[in-house]
């Protein structure tokens, strides 16, 4: 048999020479690849040491919806908070964190959306309190609650960057 290709025909001994030429090919390939391979995350500064380029990682998560745990101090109303857990990330050290506060509604309009508190390699706490004064709402009298919080679904998405090696 007569194997043709392209750019023409080749004998009965050179199909093989053809597949161990093409299986060299594959796997120089794929010796390189893991050598080559490399974080496309550069931290430029953060919050400890700044690790290897490789071990730069970005986890990202959310509270969820209908699971998100708000607490709130019965002695201060009009404050509550969410301790996140980011463990399952497996960072070295603290991580830099952003967060956003997702819902359907009365979020929009809180103090503290972005503000973590007591970062840590495993978690964090977002404290929330009652309404900013604007020109929009200059009364801000909404002082929320933990049945706020469920009634509309408050949830915590975050983003975290740091190393993991």
Same mark, same amino acid.
């Not at 120089?28 to 690849?33: C, K």
């Not at 857990?85 to 929009?108: K, M, N, Q, R």
């Given at each position: 048999? %007569? =194997?043709?290709?392209? *750019?023409?025909?080749?004998?009965?001994? +050179?199909?093989?020479?053809?597949?161990?030429?093409?299986?060299?090919? #594959?796997?120089?390939?794929?010796?390189?690849?893991?050598?080559?391979?490399?974080?496309?995350?550069?931290? &430029?500064? +953060?919050?400890? $040491? #700044?690790? @290897?380029? @490789?071990?730069? =990682?970005?986890? !990202?998560?959310?509270?969820?919806? +209908?699971?998100?745990?708000?607490?709130?101090?019965?002695?201060?109303?009009?404050? !509550?908070?969410?301790? =996140? $857990?980011? +463990?399952?990330?497996?960072?070295? *050290?603290?991580?830099?964190?952003?967060?956003? &506060?997702?819902?359907?509604?009365?979020?929009?309009? #809180? &103090?503290?959306?972005?503000? %973590?508190? #007591?970062?840590?390699? $495993?978690?964090? %706490?977002? !404290?929330?309190?009652?309404?900013?004064?604007?020109?929009?709402? @200059? $009364?801000?009298?909404?002082?929320?609650? !933990? *049945?706020?919080?469920?009634?509309?679904?408050?949830? =915590?998405?975050? *983003?975290?960057?740091?190393?993991?090696?």
């Amino acid at each position: 048999a %007569v =194997v043709s290709t392209q *750019s023409g025909h080749y004998g009965r001994g +050179s199909f093989c020479g053809i597949l161990q030429t093409d299986m060299y090919f #594959l796997l120089t390939l794929l010796l390189l690849i893991p050598s080559a391979q490399q974080s496309s995350l550069k931290i &430029v500064n +953060s919050n400890g $040491d #700044l690790g @290897p380029a @490789p071990c730069a =990682v970005t986890c !990202v998560g959310t509270t969820g919806r +209908s699971n998100s745990n708000w607490q709130e101090n019965p002695v201060s109303p009009g404050r !509550v908070w969410i301790t =996140v $857990d980011i +463990s399952a990330c497996a960072f070295l *050290s603290t991580p830099i964190i952003t967060t956003t &506060v997702e819902g359907d509604g009365h979020h929009d309009y #809180l &103090v503290g959306t972005a503000s %973590v508190h #007591l970062a840590h390699k $495993d978690r964090f %706490v977002l !404290v929330l309190i009652g309404q900013a004064l604007t020109a929009w709402h @200059p $009364d801000a009298v909404f002082k929320p609650t !933990v *049945s706020d919080a469920k009634t509309y679904r408050w949830n =915590v998405n975050w *983003s975290a960057f740091g190393y993991e090696c």
